[in-house]
């Protein structure tokens, strides 16, 4: 036991004289792996940083939302899926309006007039008016009118509304960005568009994926309408950004392309360099650690030796460029990359890390192995 404790204890003093006597070693494999790393990381960021920016404009833009007008059997109208049964069956938030034709406005101008089925009442509420009365909903970023109370013609007669600007990234401001709608509540319509809802031919149906992984979040809703229609003898027309996102699963497919070439262009630069510096200091001191097989040390303390020092150099180095990417990754960002003021947590740069250091972990083991055949040369082979 005391043998072994003085051993790594030499082994230890050994490393360290080696360090302070050849300072170009250590500080070679410090600055390739740190460049190197930072490079990766530079470069990776940047490609998921262009991922995430794509991917958030497709979803500002209602990548996330299928839109669906559909027409009923005849004259009767289309009966459609409720709210839960399409959050249970798609994870997926849905808006269905019926059309019922058109109003006038008090400023001359005309909108389209909606109305919805009990089963969303619970999300229709917070976008109407308290009082029950028509509400004229606008996108905010294209207003037509001034928020505030209205008249609107109905059959006829001038009535009180009001009009609210939809909340932004609201699905309903996806679907009618270009025109203000009119939405009154089903137990408010006058007599007049009660008969007119129970045969009104077209209905528009909005769905809107909860939690958007892939362009397969998308087919699957598109696939459930399809088959809803074809068992149900609707005809109506999908619409989504489906391609868009199936362009952008390719371009993600791709990213895996790149982290491999990274990583094995830094397994091969390091691993040269570890495997160089750890043959040629254990030859110039072969004949030492010979004796000390000799005396009973076992070759695998000698070959832990320099795992151990790998291991504490690369490792170092490894964490500083990370620190150093996190600090510095804005100026990188903005300056370098110009992606503009966008920055990464360190669980969106995890799988970079990674990888990276799993290419790392194999260029220490890959330095090993000639440090592994030297110690267990035969003593006499060294010695003679």
Not at 80 to 101: F, K, M, Q, T, V
Not at 250 to 277: E, N, P, S, Y
Not at 298 to 309: D, K, Q, S, T, Y
Not at 343 to 367: F, K, N, R
């Amino acid at each position: 036991m005391i043998s072994s404790i003085l051993t790594v204890l030499y082994l230890a003093r050994d490393t360290v004289h080696r360090w302070f006597a050849r300072l170009s070693s250590p500080v070679s494999r410090i600055l390739v792996v740190y460049f190197l790393t930072l490079s990766a990381l530079a470069g990776l960021g940047g490609y998921v940083i262009t991922l995430n920016l794509v991917r958030d404009e497709l979803l500002k833009r209602g990548g996330d939302i299928v839109v669906s007008n559909v027409s009923g059997n005849g004259t009767n109208k289309p009966v459609l899926p409720s709210y839960r049964e399409i959050s249970e069956r798609l994870n997926a938030d849905s808006y269905l309006l019926s059309l019922l034709g058109r109003v006038e406005m008090e400023q001359g101008t005309s909108l389209s007039v909606y109305t919805y089925d009990f089963s969303r009442q619970n999300q229709m509420l917070p976008l109407l008016s308290r009082s029950g009365i028509p509400t004229v909903l606008q996108d905010p970023e294209h207003p037509k009118y001034k928020p505030g109370p209205v008249r609107v013609k109905i059959n006829g007669y001038f009535i009180g509304a009001f009009v609210k600007n939809l909340p932004a990234g609201h699905p309903l401001a996806h679907v009618f960005s270009n025109d203000a709608i009119a939405v009154v509540p089903p137990d408010r319509l006058p007599p007049q568009m009660e008969e007119r809802l129970m045969s009104t031919p077209l209905t528009t149906l909005v769905i809107r994926a909860r939690v958007l992984e892939s362009s397969l979040s998308i087919d699957r809703i598109e696939r459930y309408l399809r088959v809803l229609y074809r068992y149900e003898h609707l005809s109506g027309n999908i619409i989504s950004g489906a391609h868009l996102l199936k362009r952008l699963d390719t371009v993600m497919d791709k990213q895996m392309q790149c982290r491999l070439a990274f990583c094995l262009g830094i397994t091969a630069i390091v691993g040269i360099l570890l495997t160089a510096l750890a043959g040629m200091e254990y030859r110039q001191n072969e004949y030492i650690y010979t004796l000390m097989k000799s005396f009973g040390i076992h070759p695998l303390m000698l070959v832990g030796a320099f795992i151990i020092e790998n291991i504490l150099i690369v490792g170092a180095s490894f964490a500083a460029a990370i620190a150093s990417f996190m600090y510095f990754q804005r100026i990188i960002v903005t300056q370098v990359l110009k992606l503009g003021d966008y920055t990464l947590t360190l669980d969106e740069v995890g799988p970079e890390i990674m990888y990276i250091s799993y290419a790392l972990i194999m260029c220490v083991i890959i330095s090993a192995i000639p440090i592994f055949v030297a110690a267990n040369r035969r003593i006499g082979y060294v010695l003679k």
